[in-house]
């Protein structure tokens, strides 16, 4: 039973445009949602995350933006750049506060090419 | 400060062989995890502790799968005896509680297990 879901395995965009990245979720206890990238080699980082009392968060470049009612969530970086190739991993937990466990999603590898 | 610390980073060994992987979390963290990553599976959650003690074990496979934190600088999950399908990358990851923590988790770089 996969509850978090990313049904693109790959994308592909050019330098200076924009990326978007997708997850679905299926369970309505959900209530802190993250994104994390991963480089070839090296664990996952954290990179932004959002409470469900929000639509939006912003940080930099990259934009995450939850709706609740749909149980989707995505991921904006505008405009990317070759260093943002990675893989990404939409995560979901049942608390904001620590001690929860993280479900995470397949995962989806992004390339931006110059 | 040094992050989260595994070792080894690769260990290549034969079926029916004990496998022991080890992590450091950050010095202050008192939630430790270990995850492993397939391509089947993704990245899933085995176990997980909070000031030394497992709170959640129920993604651990099977019998053969064990993990210990005897202090709060030191955990290790082992595999005895280890079978081809427990090649993976194997994750720790670490996150300090109290006021104010959010459930943000720090990775370690990962043990790639070869299991032949």
């Known amino acids: 039973d996969q509850q978090v879901k990313q049904n693109s395995p790959s994308l592909s965009v050019q330098e200076g445009r924009i990326s978007i990245l997708n997850c679905d979720y299926t369970n309505s206890m959900f209530d802190y949602f993250l994104w994390y990238k991963k480089y070839p080699a090296e664990g996952p980082t954290f990179l932004i995350s959002?409470?469900?009392?929000?639509d939006k968060n912003e940080d930099g470049r990259f934009t995450v933006f939850l709706n609740k009612s749909a149980k989707h969530l995505s991921l904006h970086i505008v405009p990317s750049q070759p260093g943002d190739s990675a893989v990404y991993f939409c995560?979901?937990?049942?608390?904001?506060?620590?001690?929860?466990?993280?479900?995470f999603g397949e995962g989806t590898q992004l390339t931006v090419n110059p | 400060d040094a992050g989260v610390i595994q070792s080894p980073r690769h260990e290549v060994t034969e079926m029916g062989q004990e496998v022991t992987l080890r992590c450091k979390p950050i010095s202050g963290h008192d939630y430790l995890f270990w995850y492993r990553q397939t391509m089947m599976r993704g990245l899933e959650l085995l176990i997980y502790f909070n000031n030394n003690v497992p709170i959640d074990d129920s993604g651990m496979p099977e019998d053969r799968f064990s993990a210990k934190m005897p202090n709060a600088s030191f955990s290790t999950l082992k595999i005895q005896p280890s079978e081809p399908r427990d090649s993976a990358v194997y994750f720790c990851?670490?996150?300090?509680?109290?006021?104010?923590?959010?459930?943000?988790?720090?990775f370690g770089a990962g043990t790639r297990l070869s299991v032949l």
């Open positions: 990851a670490s996150t300090p509680s109290g006021s104010g923590s959010k459930n943000i988790q720090y």
């Open positions: 959002i409470s469900s009392i929000k």
């Open positions: 995560a979901a937990s049942a608390k904001e506060t620590s001690g929860s466990r993280l479900t």
